[in-house]
């Protein structure tokens, strides 16, 4: 039996008594590719992307674990949730227009104590004064740079469009704003290098794209170390007490937390390992996240159909963000239909061998966005279902 056809057997079996659709966590490569994470940290904290995982349950457990520290969080009404929750420390990863939830969040110490909120722009600072409603706490504030690999002059740029803040003196401009304004705390700062922890370097069949994929990490890792450094050091002279300087991605771990000016990583993905990871050179991990669909139709031979299964996720659209038929081995989509929203046939000799109601395990191409299609993951250990946690979508929260 191959290790995955033993999966197979564990998770079959786990959830024998229970119909598909349904999605699992194996707690077991779950807890060994947290320890894998914290490893790579080499020592320094992991804040925990919420986006990347997105049930509070697995929030709490990986944060009860040594080596990490803090959430990072998606929207505001989500950062408010979590700390009302009892989470103690969330840095709000992206800019907010939520008036309703500044205003919450300026009326209330305990909140403001718990929550950071990012800004790369002085507007953004204005739409929170005007949002406060009477409320006087003091606003923690982070800032953000923009980590994209700009080439021939910054006519070829590599990396997503996130803060306009590149510059050491932009940084410092900003901080100096935020300091200057009674109000509000300048922290942390954070830069996200999503073109290096977030594409992989290893893709198969594809050695030339994977080489050229290396070079650019290579050049883009130098480049920010040298650049986000500096930006420290301007930043730090402007408020010397800042508390952290964020940075990574569960694709760039070690390499983040080798600079001496990064405090703590991010990461989230490497605890799920969704498909989109599996083409790294830096870590190998364990797949955790899974979701079935029950067979419904035996179309003919060598094709089964199951209920559902047309999950894309996030990013620019392409076959590499459709999820994957993973158990049993050897199925594949229909070139002709894909994977789709009511039903998905599967084509390849194992379908022969599948009943009806017979679960095909799937990964999804990214981590938390599985969790909006399930009120619930099953947490499996060894070949039992332990526990049944909800989402935040079984608990009522799509904050997107």
Known sequence: MTPRAARRTRYDRATAHLDAPLAIVDLGAFDANAADLVRRAGGKPIRVASKSVR??????????????????????????????????????????PDRAGFAELAGDAKLAAAVTVMVDDPAQLELIDRARDGGTEEIRVCLELDTAL?????????????SPLREPAQLEALARA??????????????????????????????LRSRAVRLMQSTARRELAQRRAAVVRAVRAVAPDLEFVNGGGTGSVQHTAAEEAVTEIAAGSGLYVPRLFDNYTSFAGRPAALFAQPVVRRPGVGVVTVLGGGYPASGAAGRDRLPVPYLPEGLRYDPQEGPGEVQTPLLGPAADDLLMGDKVWFRHAKAGELCERFDSLHLVEDDRVTATVPTYRGEGRTFL
């Open 55 to 96: 049930c509070r349950a697995l929030l709490e457990r990986v944060l009860a674990m040594d080596g990490f520290a803090g959430i990072m969080s998606f929207t505001l009404d989500e950062s408010i949730w979590l700390a009302r929750a009892g989470f103690g420390d969330v840095l709000l990863a992206y800019p907010s």
């Open 178 to 207: 935020v300091v200057g304004r009674p109000g509000f705390r300048l922290v942390g700062l954070m830069a996200y290098e999503g073109h290096v922890a977030g594409v992989g370097d290893a893709v198969a069949g594809s050695p």
């Open 150 to 162: 700009h080439l021939l002059g910054g006519r070829i740029r590599v990396g997503a469009r996130r």
